[in-house]
Every structure is written in structure tokens, then in C-alpha cells.
């Protein structure tokens, strides 16, 4: 007999003579606050699940179909979603610290506010996602699609990264819009000029320098669309 917790007040949400993936398959639209830790929840069929404030820390949901599902504020600490389909999923507030998202479908997602912070993001599809907010700090996004999604009140152009830079090999995570340059390295988040302020080192400024043709040119590309 398995059974489904709410993480608060640990009454029985559903129980049943089957695996918790497939009750919460047969009952995805009751997991609100339901207790999923560490739950395997591999290829499961959760479309359009409701699991608002659902605790599914590190919790394997690889390849998981997730499609529209309500996440908000959803605990995804360290959960490993590697392909899951998460395509025009509310992950508003949810928190994905170090969570694994590579090459997951986040097409349309809204992230809006959630803590992406040290998560891998890298391959994923972030096709017009809505990051307003989202703590990016530490998070990999290398070969991640960004095109059109929101960053700040912005739509995202392009994002790169630059590693290695000086002595300290320190990295820049770089974020073109069409009309500014975000930068983030570590705890600092900032523009070009705001970085050029608080250094002196040539290195950075070589590094700027790289940014600022590389935004002049992505946005050339654009304009010739």
C-alpha cells in the first residue's frame, strides 16, 4: 500500500496498491502540498498536475511529463528533471536551487521569481520563458535556448558566458536585450559600464569590450530578420 502526505499536516491526500509514481499519476489533480520527497517519479504522466507547494526534493522526475503543470512554489531543491517536458509549466516562486534541468523543455515556462540558483540549465529550452526575477546566481546556462524569453522587463537576445577571465579565472554569465547588456558574475549583477566602475583590471576590460561588439552584432542579426 503506498500513500501521498500533505507535507504539513501529514494527512493521507490518496493512497492505493500501487507505486507512488502511479498514484500520483491517478491522482495529479490533488497534489497540492503533498509530501513527494526523494519520490521516483521517472517518465511519470503529470500534465496539468496540480502540485502547488508540493515538496518534491531531490526527487528523480527525468523525462517526466509535466506539460502546463501548476508548480508554484513547489519545492524542486535538488531535483533531477534532465528532459523533462515542462513546456508552459507555473513554476512561479518554486524553489529549483541545484536542481538538474539539463536539456528539459521549458518552452513558454514561467519562472517568474523562482531561485534557479547553482540549477543546470544547460541544453534546456528556455524559448520565450519568463525569468523576471528568477535567481540566476551560479546557475550553468551553456547552449541553453533563450531566444525571446523575459529577462528583467526585457526580451532576451542572446546569452553567453565567458570563463577564465585574469589570474582568478573568474566567469561572466552575459545577457544581450534589445536594448541593454546584463551582466552576472557571482553575487554582482550589473551593466558593462557598472562592471568597468568597479575594476580596473585589463582583463575585465577586454572581456567588456568582447561584450559590447558581440551585443552590437546580435542585434544587427536581428534587425536583418
Not at 496540480?50 to 531531490?58: G, I, K, T, V
Not at 550553468?140 to 526580451?155: F, I, S
Not at 568597479?198 to 542585434?219: F, S
Amino acid at each position: 500500500m503506498s500513500e501521498i502526505q500533505n507535507r504539513y499536516t501529514g494527512e493521507v491526500v490518496c493512497s492505493g496498491e500501487c507505486s507512488i509514481r502511479e498514484l500520483a499519476e491517478k491522482n495529479k489533480a490533488d497534489l497540492y502540498e503533498a509530501d513527494l520527497i526523494v519520490s521516483n517519479l521517472r517518465r511519470a504522466d503529470l500534465r496539468g498536475a496540480d502540485l502547488r507547494e508540493a515538496d518534491l526534493f531531490r526527487s528523480d522526475l527525468r523525462g517526466a511529463n509535466l506539460y502546463g503543470a501548476d508548480l508554484r512554489g513547489a519545492d524542486l531543491n535538488r531535483a533531477d528533471l534532465r528532459g523533462a517536458d515542462l513546456r508552459g509549466a507555473d513554476l512561479r516562486g518554486a524553489d529549483l536551487n541545484g536542481a538538474d534541468l539539463f536539456r528539459a523543455n521549458l518552452y513558454g515556462a514561467d519562472l517568474r521569481g523562482a531561485d534557479l540558483n547553482r540549477a543546470d540549465l544547460s541544453g534546456a529550452d528556455l524559448c520565450r520563458a519568463d525569468l523576471r526575477g528568477a535567481d540566476l546566481n551560479g546557475a550553468d546556462l551553456n547552449g541553453a535556448n533563450l531566444r525571446g524569453a523575459k529577462y528583467g522587463e526585457e526580451e532576451l537576445l542572446k546569452y553567453f558566458s565567458i570563463s577564465q577571465i585574469g589570474s582568478r579565472e573568474d566567469s561572466l554569465q552575459v545577457f544581450i536585450t534589445k536594448e541593454n547588456v546584463h551582466l552576472q558574475t557571482g553575487c554582482w549583477a550589473g551593466t558593462p559600464e557598472e562592471l568597468l566602475e568597479r575594476t580596473d583590471r585589463e582583463d575585465y576590460r577586454l572581456a567588456v569590450q568582447c561584450i559590447v561588439n558581440m551585443a552590437e552584432t546580435v542585434r544587427k542579426e536581428v534587425q536583418g530578420e
